[in-house]
């Protein structure tokens, strides 16, 4: 469909059936539900103002009102007619039918509209048939009639002050021929008067960028086709989910604020143009475009709408730009989803710097988020990262005050830097937020009993491929033969809700591989990045049945879209890390520091960009 909607004339005797294919009348229904015409002399006026200035000069040029939302009476239709049932625009189309009268367009196309209040003397319906001819008193015994016939009234007055040779033939066409009301059909199964309630409570915020770009293409006749194939292509865009999820913030007090995507820009306009910060509420935003557009004289509204419509272009082209660009895309859905900088602030930075300049902003940006208290060496940020050896407490670990969300963060840019370095986009969409899952099992307790069958598996499988790997000495492998027997036992014996017996076995397995593990089990050499509904799928399994769950859901990504696994978490599951790609069924200390070495060695690049070198930032 055309994306600035119907000509008028298209709802007389235009629209085509998807039945017949036949071209044929509109009749529409308006329920009794909707309250009655309340157009005024003032309402009237302006429009026959503004369709009276309207200048078409291209072929392509409409003028625009505002949206119609219907819904088709598909058992009501016949040879001739449509039926719609109006949910929202009564108002503009009683209004055109009245100004179609007064121009004096065919009787026998006009659409026509019937009222579910009337009677069976049609009272409004009627009215409307006949509101050029004489009138009597029983006409007005409804206030719709009255304000109907103020409507038409007020038209003709209008009329005899704008007489010329051909006002009538001329103001005839440009109704009919050159404007457009944009049309929304709903589905068949669509609830009519729910969808009414919602537009008319304000609680459907796609009212605000659709009555936006009516007033936008109304006030811009001369673009209007173009400024509505503009506005299409933005939606279309903004609905790409990797697109969106990488340009709005991931917090939960930002998740479903927008009904309508192009809110959002709406809203990143209202921003920029004001300087307003954080959470707004929807309606002060279309109150800002409203009386930006509305409260201007006629002659400024033009300019402004079309100052509006090059920003909304801009935007959308910087959005672009930073889609299109691996890094710019990375780091800018870091930086946005995490929190850490509003959009508006780096559009205004792109906008006013080139791009090498906004690229080193950006990291500058992505490394100060980190807080690394030093940046003089990877050995700096290791220790930062790990702690001394020694002791268990110092370092970032899991669970110690606010260091999960610090972990969250450094594990994010890790995951980011090694996608830029491959070309790749980081996926940010996940459902439930980004969480820390341990790449080992921590304690017994941790293990849930309808889970321990499986994790004391996990290491029986393990042990012959570790025997295998011909690095354990006489005496090691002696050790974990018996734990391998140990293990078949328990499970021989099933008893797995007894927490003693598994607390037990859990200590053999201990014993033999925390030898060659990471100090603690909480630090980030023993932690990865993943979404919480991937994290809760893996829990409590031991290592080598992580992997094959993480394997299961890399190879399934494309046919089960919910999967969304890092690409840092991927490597440390295949050992990337680790320079020793046999060992495939633990997970030891050697290979938690080769991996914290890999994360220090990937912010360490950063370094150069770091606020406390450089001495700014954005």
Not at 113 to 119: C, G, H, I
Not at 389 to 394: K, S
Not at 405 to 418: A, C, E, G, R
Not at 461 to 477: F, L, M, Q, V
Request: glycine fraction near 6%; charged fraction near 30%; aromatic fraction near 12%.
């Amino acid at each position: 469909m055309d994306p600035c909607g119907m000509t008028i004339s298209d709802l007389c005797y235009g629209l085509k059936s998807e039945v017949d294919e036949k071209h044929k009348r509109c009749h529409f229904y308006i329920p009794s539900y909707q309250r009655g015409y309340r157009w005024t002399k003032k309402h009237v006026t302006r429009l026959l103002n503004d369709l009276n200035e309207f200048t078409k000069s291209k072929s392509d040029e409409f003028y625009c009102l505002q949206p119609v939302i219907v819904k088709k009476l598909k058992d009501k239709e016949t040879d001739t007619e449509l039926h719609y049932e109006v949910v929202d625009g009564q108002q503009r189309l009683s209004t055109i039918l009245v100004l179609l009268k007064v121009f004096k367009y065919i009787d026998n196309d006009l659409f026509e509209l019937y009222f579910e209040r009337d009677s069976a003397k049609k009272e409004r319906e009627e009215f409307l048939r006949n509101i050029g001819s004489s009138s009597t008193a029983d006409d007005y015994n409804l206030i719709d009639n009255i304000f109907l016939r103020d409507a038409y009234e007020t038209a003709i007055t209008w009329l005899k002050n704008n007489s010329s040779s051909d006002i009538i033939k001329n103001m005839r066409e440009k109704l009919a021929y050159y404007t457009k009301i944009i049309w929304y059909e709903l589905g068949r199964k669509s609830n009519a008067y729910k969808v009414f309630s919602n537009v008319n409570g304000g609680k459907i915020k796609l009212t605000n960028s659709e009555l936006v770009k009516a007033m936008i293409l109304r006030n811009t006749p001369d673009k209007s086709y173009t400024a509505a194939r503009l506005w299409d292509e933005v939606e279309r865009q903004l609905h790409i989910d990797g697109f969106w999820a990488f340009i709005t913030q991931d917090d939960a007090k930002y998740q479903g604020r927008y009904e309508t995507r192009m809110d959002y820009v709406l809203e990143l306009l209202y921003k920029t143009n004001t300087g307003v910060k954080g959470i707004i509420k929807s309606e002060d935003v279309f109150e800002y475009f409203e009386n930006t557009l509305e409260d201007l004289e006629k002659s400024k509204r033009k300019e402004k709408a079309e100052t509006l419509l090059t920003e909304v272009r801009h935007f959308f082209r910087n959005f672009q730009d930073w889609y299109e660009n691996v890094q710019f895309y990375n780091f800018v859905g870091y930086l946005v989803t995490q929190g850490e900088k509003e959009i508006s602030d780096l559009l205004c930075f792109y906008k006013n710097n080139g791009k090498d300049e906004f690229l080193d902003e950006l990291k500058s940006y992505v490394i100060d988020s980190l807080e690394l208290p030093g940046m003089s060496s990877e050995k700096e940020i290791t220790e930062y990262l790990l702690g001394q050896e020694d002791d268990v407490t110092a370092g970032l670990l899991y669970g110690k005050s606010s260091d999960n969300n610090s972990i969250i963060k450094i594990l994010l840019v890790f995951n980011i830097l090694t996608c830029n370095d491959m070309g790749r986009k980081f996926i940010f969409s996940t459902k439930g937020g980004w969480s820390l899952e341990h790449i080992r099992a921590q304690k017994s307790d941790d293990v849930k009993k309808d889970l321990r069958q499986e994790f004391v598996q996990g290491y029986i499988d393990a042990i012959p491929h570790r025997i295998k790997e011909g690095k354990e000495n006489k005496d090691s492998r002696k050790e974990l033969g018996i734990l391998k027997k140990s293990l078949e036992k328990y499970i021989e014996e099933n008893e797995f809700s007894d927490k003693s017996k598994f607390s037990s076995v859990f200590d053999e397995i201990s014993a033999i591989y925390e030898k060659d593990s990471v100090a603690n089990t909480h630090s980030i050499s023993n932690l990865a990045l993943l979404g919480r509904l991937d994290n809760s799928s893996l829990l409590d399994s031991a290592f080598s049945k992580k992997r094959e769950k993480i394997l299961d859901m890399l190879a399934n990504i494309g046919k089960e879209a919910t999967h969304n696994i890092p690409v840092c978490t991927e490597h440390i599951f295949i050992k990337a890390y680790s320079g020793d790609v046999t060992n495939f069924y633990y997970w030891s200390k050697s290979d938690g520091k080769k991996y914290i070495e890999k994360i220090a060695g990937r912010l360490f690049s950063l370094a150069p960009f770091s606020s406390k070198k450089t001495g700014g930032s954005l």
